[in-house]
């Protein structure tokens, strides 16, 4: 049988803060899985080894149990250490030798050594749904920095009560019992679920109770459901256009075939809908359009209902912001007006609370309910109890209610503000669109401007807005821009606008420039 | 134009604790959505309606107001006020009228009397995905009862440190910043990430830093999103059989074929590794086998990883508790020796703090980081702040590591008690496996026993055991029962041991019966 030569055993420095033990085990795992010790190769005795390394022999005895436990090394009494023999490794030098240098650092500059047809052509492939998958909307946010005015979805996060809900977390947790901590109903939490009910049938006359709602971690999360429980490759899922890119995604993801819909200033346009078998979901935005800014008038609420009832159809009603409603009460969700169970309503908390909360949920279906739980403890289980219970009791002691009139009010404050100084500053180069609901306004760009391209620009001089034509899908849209008024103060509203007044003003004296070029040169 | 009969406006009596205003308004509303008032019906004056009413002329005149608004009435000056003409209604009489009763259950009732041709039929359908989603293994747990013994996968929740934990949540919520609580990282808390990495480096020797950790809230989200990154329809994902039927589940639901590979007792029999080029992924419980206990031996882990690098090949490594690793230290994860970058390393916080706690975490290679953040971002956004700070806390400052010690050695004496009362008690009835990780512990069952039966009929005693067959996808394994010992004190054991004697007796009476039976028939 072979031995173990010197220069086979050499073995690196031992790097501070690491014991001799750890050291050892590691640079003989090393040597074994780099084939410098082949299979089958004898250790020296553990006598021979310690003199050799000028360490203790009971520590290379307690080196070889470990590896030996590990199934590195095989110990026969009589015949010494080797080398476990069925290990399946190649002779040295064929397979990569690990360094023991930082290792995030030594493994990409090996993977860089290696070049791509090593490292990039033996990789394995993402599926067609994964290289969708990878290119979520909202790893970019369109290069929005957050926290600049005017950052859309953006609530003001210095209006909430922090105190309040510290107080509320330490209570609920001190209230958990062990049994709470376990797992729990892929639906939600039951008294959260209790008080989410209660709220809508109140605010938004949803006629619905606990087992209809489903608590998730974001409106995304439930969406993706949705799609996945109701959608076959081949069938067609209908969105506005333009539209909220993250649902289209989605849609996309199983192998729906996605179909905007036009939409004009009052949201989308009914008469627009196909009725082609395939035509099996419809997303809508009816409290505040996305982007365009509309609520949905009651007689396309009926019609799109009529639609969804005349073929085994479902609407997906996405109010994202519909609370805040700032001429009167919120206009009945279209879900009150569902008398055929068609409708799967989302809510979520990351705009009336804060976005880091992560909770949301969809009123579904009576029909669905079962089915949707199921789908969300196979995916994910359930959401954390502890944001869960937080909640319940900030809805049930009626904080939240108050809350969300609070924030009416500031936000439809600044929502006037907004309106007020753009009237002002910008006359003749953006219109702001009436702002009825929601945290952020839709402001059109005149006729053929590069809405990407002004956004760009304003970025540059620290605002933020977000072109119209990102949210298109292939139907003609405006020019325009979304932008959130309702965590900036007036006098960040103020200085806001004041900032994009030349901005604006340079596009459109470039614009007349080639109008007036256009007309010289005719 | 018509005008509205007195029968037409016969109203509903006012439910307690509503407004005179509320009332009126959805009266009104139902009247037009059931066409009991048509399209273009005149409405009574509002001081003629106040009369009939016996109400204030204000409270009719605010109502109007309100369903002019909303879009039910339409008021043009001279002509009074009428059902707005445009509205898709069809007559009285074709359309259900909508009750006024306890919401849920008048339209439960009212889907009752409809029967199933118009209830059924006409409702929307699952797509083929969703009917796999509507039948999650984690429903029924298969009747499970916890809090009982031995309900598999359960840590000891009364041994967790809860007044701590409260503190830091109160320290960490404090601590937050309203920046931190807007939208986050897809991949996760960066402190957290980091904690994470350094734990691995240390207790798992896993070569990875903070950029490839992705936070999620449940290893069965992580499994989801790998099986949606990875998998193709058509292509073939191996799973250990018997094995863990959530991996499985999800692995079928974007259309790839799943096939079991034969398990012994030291976990994936490697050598049956299909090879064919369809075989893209792999799913192994490489520390502690689900359901049969083993920890897979080194030259096997070699030769999986040869089999992954032979055809770009990607390994999934569920840890889900092999960080309770009772007869030394765990041995180093699959993850370790992982020197092409094919393993994604599944951890759970499940089973080491408390499953209510929802977070999780994968490992992923290097070139798969981006993704797989990407595919968080749009699927769910990011995790919760709260609960990632307070585990980045937790881990921080070192109580993460003191509490696996601890509740290694709670288990591992509770492991030797269960083992120690089976051997005692059962002998003949039961073979416990060696018990060397994890919360569970592998027993077998005389050969030709019905796992199903014994464990109904244990369950019927107030003793919970998973049947092996529950975990059974095609290949032969022998029967057995799946018994968790960790969230049970030991007096808890004993008494459920003994609870178990009779039960197991009555069974192994019976199979002689039968056995003397077929002799007697011969």
Same mark, same amino acid.
């Given at each position: 049988?072979?031995?173990?030569?010197?220069?086979?055993?050499?073995?690196?420095?031992?790097? @501070?803060?690491? +014991?001799? *033990?750890?050291?050892?085990?590691? @640079?003989?795992?090393?040597?074994?899985?780099?084939?410098?010790?082949?299979?089958?190769?004898?250790?020296?005795?553990? &006598?021979?080894?310690?003199?050799? *390394?000028?360490? $203790?022999?009971? +520590?290379?005895?307690?080196?070889?149990?470990?590896?030996?436990?590990?199934?590195?090394?095989?110990?026969?009494?009589?015949?010494?250490? +080797?080398?476990?023999?069925?290990?399946? %490794?190649?002779?040295?030098?064929?397979?990569?030798?690990?360094?023991?240098?930082?290792?995030?650092?030594?493994?990409?500059?090996?993977?860089?050594?290696?070049?791509?047809?090593?490292?990039? +052509?033996?990789?394995?492939?993402?599926?067609?749904?994964?290289? =969708?998958?990878?290119?979520?909307?909202?790893?970019?946010?369109?290069?929005?920095?957050?926290?600049?005015?005017?950052?859309?979805?953006?609530?003001?996060?210095?209006?909430?009560?922090?105190?309040?809900?510290?107080?509320?977390?330490?209570?609920?947790?001190? #209230?958990?019992?062990?049994?709470?901590? #376990?797992?729990?109903?892929?639906?939600?939490?039951?008294?959260?679920? &209790?008080?989410?009910?209660?709220?809508?049938?109140?605010?938004? &006359?949803?006629?619905?109770?606990?087992?209809?709602?489903?608590?998730?971690?974001?409106?995304?999360?439930? =969406?993706?459901?949705?799609?996945?429980?109701?959608?076959?490759?081949?069938?067609?899922?209908?969105?506005?256009?333009?539209?909220?890119?993250?649902?289209?995604?989605?849609?996309?993801?199983?192998?729906? &075939?996605?179909?905007?819909?036009?939409?004009?200033?009052?949201?989308?346009?009914?008469?627009?809908?196909?009725?082609?078998?395939?035509?099996?979901?419809?997303?809508?935005?009816?409290?505040?359009? $996305?982007?365009?800014?509309?609520?949905?008038?009651?007689?396309?609420?009926?019609?799109?209902?009529?639609?969804?009832?005349?073929?085994?159809?479902?609407?997906? @009603?996405?109010?994202?912001?519909?609370?805040?409603?700032?001429?009167?009460?919120?206009?009945?969700?279209?879900?009150?007006?569902?008398?055929?169970?068609?409708? %799967?309503? =989302?809510?979520?908390?990351?705009?009336?609370?804060?976005?880091?909360?992560?909770?949301?949920?969809?009123?579904?279906? @009576?029909?669905?309910?079962?089915?949707?739980?199921?789908?969300?403890?196979?995916?994910?289980?359930?959401?954390?109890?502890?944001?869960?219970?937080?909640?319940?009791?900030?809805?049930?002691?009626?904080?939240?209610?108050?809350?969300?009139?609070?924030?009416?009010?500031?936000?439809?404050?600044?929502?006037?503000?907004?309106?007020?100084?753009?009237?002002?500053?910008?006359?003749?180069?953006?219109?702001?669109?009436?702002?009825?609901? #929601?945290?952020?306004?839709?402001?059109?760009?005149?006729?053929?401007?590069?809405?990407?391209?002004?956004?760009?620009?304003?970025?540059?001089?620290?605002?933020?807005?977000?072109?119209?034509?990102?949210?298109?899908?292939?139907?003609?849209?405006?020019?325009?821009?979304?932008?959130?008024?309702?965590?900036?103060?007036?006098?960040?509203?103020?200085?806001?606008?004041?900032?994009?007044?030349?901005?604006?003003?340079?596009?459109?004296?470039?614009?007349?420039?080639?109008?007036?070029?256009?007309?010289?040169?005719?």
């Amino acid at each position: 049988m072979k031995r173990a030569a010197e220069l086979e055993l050499a073995l690196a420095p031992r790097a @501070e803060g690491v +014991t001799l *033990q750890r050291w050892l085990c590691g @640079e003989l795992r090393a040597a074994i899985l780099a084939g410098r010790l082949a299979p089958g190769c004898r250790l020296p005795s553990t &006598r021979d080894f310690a003199r050799q *390394q000028a360490i $203790s022999r009971g +520590t290379v005895v307690a080196v070889y149990d470990q590896l030996i436990a590990e199934g590195y090394l095989s110990g026969a009494t009589g015949s010494g250490t +080797t080398v476990a023999a069925a290990l399946p %490794i190649a002779a040295a030098g064929t397979a990569q030798p690990r360094t023991s240098a930082a290792p995030g650092i030594a493994r990409a500059a090996a993977a860089d050594t290696a070049g791509t047809d090593d490292a990039a +052509t033996k990789r394995p492939r993402l599926s067609r749904q994964g290289q =969708l998958l990878a290119n979520s909307p909202f790893l970019s946010r369109e290069g929005m920095v957050l926290g600049r005015p005017f950052s859309p979805n953006q609530p003001d996060l210095g209006a909430f009560p922090h105190a309040l809900w510290q107080r509320l977390t330490h209570q609920q947790g001190r #209230g958990l019992r062990p049994d709470d901590m #376990g797992y729990g109903d892929g639906a939600g939490h039951q008294p959260l679920r &209790r008080a989410i009910a209660e709220h809508l049938r109140y605010s938004q &006359r949803i006629d619905c109770h606990a087992g209809q709602v489903m608590i998730l971690s974001s409106a995304q999360q439930a =969406l993706d459901l949705c799609a996945r429980l109701l959608l076959d490759p081949g069938d067609t899922a209908l969105v506005e256009d333009p539209g909220y890119p993250g649902a289209a995604r989605l849609f996309e993801l199983g192998g729906a &075939r996605v179909q905007g819909v036009p939409v004009d200033r009052l949201g989308l346009c009914t008469d627009a809908l196909p009725t082609a078998e395939e035509a099996r979901l419809a997303y809508v935005t009816a409290a505040h359009q $996305s982007p365009l800014g509309g609520t949905l008038p009651l007689e396309r609420r009926l019609a799109l209902l009529a639609w969804a009832e005349a073929g085994r159809r479902i609407i997906i @009603e996405d109010d994202y912001d519909g609370e805040y409603r700032f001429d009167g009460a919120p206009l009945p969700a279209l879900k009150s007006l569902d008398r055929h169970d068609r409708v %799967i309503y =989302l809510g979520t908390f990351s705009k009336l609370l804060f976005p880091a909360l992560r909770l949301a949920y969809a009123v579904v279906p @009576e029909w669905l309910a079962e089915p949707f739980a199921s789908a969300i403890s196979l995916t994910v289980r359930h959401a954390p109890i502890l944001p869960q219970a937080v909640l319940a009791a900030f809805i049930g002691e009626g904080h939240f209610a108050r809350h969300l009139r609070q924030m009416r009010r500031l936000y439809g404050e600044r929502a006037a503000c907004f309106q007020h100084e753009c009237a002002t500053q910008l006359d003749g180069l953006l219109t702001v669109l009436p702002i009825t609901t #929601g945290l952020d306004a839709t402001a059109l760009l005149p006729r053929g401007s590069d809405d990407r391209a002004v956004a760009a620009a304003l970025g540059a001089w620290g605002v933020e807005a977000r072109p119209i034509s990102f949210y298109g899908m292939g139907q003609p849209a405006p020019p325009g821009l979304v932008m959130g008024f309702s965590a900036c103060n007036e006098a960040a509203i103020r200085r806001g606008v004041a900032t994009m007044a030349p901005v604006l003003e340079s596009f459109n004296a470039a614009a007349a420039g080639n109008r007036g070029q256009a007309v010289a040169g005719v």
